[in-house]
């Protein structure tokens, strides 16, 4: 077997490499235009709601580029997949988003909601020329598209409207929450109850995509996929949040909303790698 055959094999083609050049490129091109456009005429406040925006996008991210190897790792030779060559872009976005969530400087998350606008416009020129882009791109494009309207929504502004404001502070953008109280390092009784209901309901869900029926699927088969999502949830937020606390000498702030991050990718992961395990036995 040649390179090319070689490549080819887990989709990595020159025609995926020379496709995936072209739609980087032209993000690069949209995103700096955009970047400028928006240093121009908007203003962002560095608020929580930014934040979160950074971490929300991280996990669609994350999801995605899952996604892509499970495809390539599990789905027979000649089904139609997710390219490894979009991971250098998810990459960069990531790391940006990453950044994000560190620190909330204006002309960063500008940055990173001009990255993400130019990489969707580069997605959709791809779809109208090419059957490239596959139901997962669409539903990243969807969450992509729904956290910059919650951005704008929270932290951002037009320049006429914030000097035209009757205060300093842009209305509505931030809200002023009560005095947090102290972390815990485990959640409350309303946490777990929806935690371990989510995960039965998903456990449940993931059966029936590999083709069971509903009145086939064994009780204790259920259990073992809940308990088996929560094990795995736990252990994953037992590290960040142990370090930490070892660190800080209290707990993680936001504990609660990290739990249920790390659930959302893990269950992803685990279902829809058994998703496409029941494709290929079918």
């Given amino acids: ?65 899952l996604a892509t190897g499970l495809e390539n790792a599990l789905l027979p030779s000649g089904v139609a997949r997710l390219q490894y060559t979009g991971v250098p872009q998810l990459t960069m976005l990531l790391i940006v988003h990453l ?61 006429r409207a914030f000097i035209t404001a009757q205060s300093i502070y842009i209305e509505s953008k931030e809200k002023h929450a009560d005095s947090i109280k102290p972390q815990q390092p485990w959640l409350g009784l309303p946490q777990w109850v929806a935690l371990i209901s989510a995960s039965v309901v998903l456990a449940t869900l993931n059966s029936m995509l590999r083709g069971s029926g509903i009145e086939e699927i064994p009780a204790v088969q259920v259990v073992g ?36 991050l790390v659930w959302l990718v893990v269950g992803f992961a685990f279902t829809y790698g058994n998703f496409l395990n029941g494709l290929d036995r079918a």
């Avoid at 090419?130 to 320049?159: E, F, M, N, P």
């Avoid at 999502?229 to 209290?250: Q, R, S």
């Fill in 225 to 260: 996929n809940s308990a088996f999502l929560l094990g795995v949830t736990a252990l994953v937020c037992a590290v960040p949040a142990a370090t930490y606390w070892l660190a800080h000498k209290h707990w993680m702030p936001e504990l609660t909303r990290f739990a249920w």
């Fill in 99 to 159: 950044w994000i969530y560190h620190e909330q400087e204006p002309w960063l998350v500008a940055l990173g909601a001009a990255a993400v606008t130019g990489s969707l416009l580069a997605v959709a020129v791809t779809a109208t020329v090419s059957d490239r882009i596959q139901t997962a791109h669409w539903l990243a494009v969807a969450l992509l598209t729904g956290l910059l309207g919650y951005l704008w929504w929270h932290s951002v502004s037009t320049k």
């Fill in 1 to 65: 077997m040649n390179l090319s055959e070689a490549l080819a094999t887990p989709g990595l083609s020159i025609e995926a490499f020379g496709a995936a050049y072209l739609v980087l490129l032209g993000s690069l091109v949209l995103t700096g235009a955009l970047f400028m456009l928006s240093r121009t005429f908007l203003v962002v406040t560095p608020n929580r709601a930014a934040k979160y925006y950074g971490l929300y996008v991280v996990v669609v991210l994350v999801s995605i580029i």
